[in-house]
């Protein structure tokens, strides 16, 4: 009888079997379609698309050659479609989304380690999660949160003040982002407290939720693939058997990852449901005083009808989902905005005065912004949605083609045989990668420096061409945050929380680069790190109190 290890290797022996004989006996409706030819027959092109490091050049170099629209070589040599065409991304993302959907391996990754939450749903239970999480992220619900942001963007401050001797000092200050960026998402979403920012270490989720995407990267690409196929068999106790008996270091860190992100969420929601059963003044006594996310979700889910309720397996993925979706894409921005910021000195002195301004309380004091006060900074505003334009925390996402259909073009591409080519045939099971970063980085859209970071282009009037192309994005014309059912839910609740700690750091500290190389790495979530990639997430500042 075969072993656990063996048959994980008969099963991945047979998918490649499978994906061998495929791409020999089928033809592809991508042969016409121009693009670089196969590099290696496992992985096709997908080594340096995929490049921690080397993929910024080689994605630049691909769509300078081929343009807005191409064909790449998966794994086993399969022809997948590259694309940031924004007619060919409308029709992915909004018209035709439920051709378009989430990868089986996307779903199947975050089903495993996180639960059945939004990331990890497809159609009807996504649709019904959505529904019933959509309020939480209102303008009307984010304005309570104002007094929570406020608290917790003073504790960074004071934690990053008695680490500053002497008034200057080098502060890894991706670790501090991190740090912060847990305990807005714990207080403000989960109404749970994950960090006091007072000790020099997070504790082991916060350590968890940070190395959950750069340890994903390690995993090997057929792990990934094969994990679709892999949670249908047999009962989650044999499942869990094959997990711990895998011989890769990566699957068994996601592992331990996933077990203590579970263990804690399992605490949080029993916690909450407690409170809630003794009444609304045990709920205001708690972390969030009853207005965080999950208390209003646990709430709304109680009173809901039987068709929209969610499960309690549903309701523990979303404090798993939230804290993994929240965590490093806000973090990892905040500390691009000051990477940049420190590289810039001009904009952050600009900024600076801006939000000294706008905090002087007429006596000479700091006073804390409201809601409107801190949204409508024109030149924050333009900050931010220059960094969220040039470098989106997540460069692209892949699709699956789930039925036969064509993707229509904003103008005609040449084929190799020369014809010109407005329409190009999907195939259900193709692989489409959105490019996010060369969306918003069109020349054609933004003009000759698209690549360029200017905050300043967000304080005129934005190039027709713009309003023009039609970008599905829910936020400024851009595919940071994409569009359609998939959006986003928490891109207001990221803004405002990247707002309040800028406003409350940089009246009181400057950010200088330090002698210390910084890299970012092409991660499923951007990160910077010091010398070799394989150095754990940070990124060193000099920070100077004012």
Not at 248 to 263: P, Y
Not at 392 to 411: C, E, Q, Y
Request: hydrophobic content about 40%; proline content about 6%; some cysteine.
């Amino acid at each position: 009888m075969l072993n656990i290890p063996q048959l994980i290797g008969c099963l991945a022996a047979l998918y490649v079997g499978w994906r061998i004989l495929r791409s020999f006996l089928s033809k592809s409706p991508l042969d016409n379609i121009p693009g670089p030819e196969s590099e290696s027959f496992s992985s096709g092109n997908l080594e340096k698309i995929l490049d921690l490091r080397a993929a910024w050049d080689h994605q630049l170099n691909l769509v300078q050659r081929y343009g807005r629209m191409f064909a790449i070589h998966g794994l086993f040599n399969a022809k997948w479609l590259y694309t940031y065409d924004p007619r060919a991304l409308h029709n992915i993302f909004i018209k035709d989304q439920d051709v378009f959907e989430e990868t089986d391996m996307i779903t199947a990754t975050f089903n495993v380690l996180a639960g059945p939450g939004l990331i990890a749903t497809l159609g009807d239970q996504h649709r019904r999660q959505r529904k019933m999480l959509n309020p939480l992220f209102s303008t009307k619900h984010l304005r309570e949160m104002i007094p929570i942001f406020n608290t917790i963007a003073h504790r960074l401050l004071d934690a990053i003040s008695s680490r500053v001797e002497g008034g200057s000092s080098e502060i890894d200050v991706l670790g501090w982002m991190s740090r912060a960026a847990l305990e807005l998402i714990g207080q403000g979403g989960l109404g749970y407290s994950f960090d006091p920012l007072t000790e020099d270490k997070a504790d082991d989720f916060a350590d968890s939720i940070k190395a959950f995407f750069p340890v994903s990267s390690q995993v090997p690409a057929a792990i990934h693939h094969l994990l679709p196929w892999l949670v249908r068999i047999g009962p989650p106790s044999f499942r869990r058997k094959m997990v711990e008996l895998a011989p890769f270091g990566a699957v068994q860190r996601l592992k331990q990852i996933s077990d203590t992100i579970r263990a804690r969420s399992i605490g949080i929601v029993a916690e909450k449901k407690a409170a809630l059963e003794r009444g609304d003044e045990a709920l205001k006594e708690q972390v969030g005083r009853g207005k965080d996310i999950m208390s209003v979700l646990l709430r709304a889910n109680m009173s809901a009808s039987a068709e929209d309720q969610l499960s309690d397996e549903e309701v523990l993925a979303q404090v798993s989902g939230f804290a993994m979706a929240a965590m490093d894409t806000t973090s990892n921005t905040l500390s691009r905005i000051l990477h940049q910021l420190a590289t810039h000195r001009d904009v952050q002195e600009k900024l600076r005065e801006e939000l000294i301004h706008a905090r002087d309380d007429g006596a000479g004091n700091f006073r804390d912004l409201g809601y409107e006060e801190v949204m409508d900074l024109p030149y924050l505003d333009a900050v931010c949605r220059e960094t969220l334009r040039r470098y989106p925390p997540i460069r692209g996402m892949f699709r699956t083609v789930r039925k036969d259909g064509i993707l229509p073009l904003s103008a005609p591409i040449r084929g190799l045989d020369g014809s010109s080519i407005e329409v190009v045939p999907v195939t259900k099971g193709m692989l489409i990668f959105a490019d996010s970063e060369t969306s918003n980085c069109n020349k054609d859209i933004w003009g000759e420096d698209a690549y360029e970071w200017k905050p300043e282009r967000w304080l005129k009037p934005l190039p027709s061409a713009v309003d023009d192309a039609h970008i599905p994005g829910v936020y400024s014309h851009l595919m940071t945050f994409i569009g359609g059912s998939r959006a986003c839910i928490g891109f207001k609740f990221a803004e405002l929380e990247m707002k309040i700690v800028l406003a409350t750091l940089l009246p009181a500290f400057k950010f200088e680069l330090s002698d210390k190389p910084i890299f970012w790495n092409a991660a499923g979530i951007t990160y910077p790190s010091v010398g070799d990639y394989k150095r754990p997430p940070e990124m060193p500042l000099k920070v100077i109190m004012i």
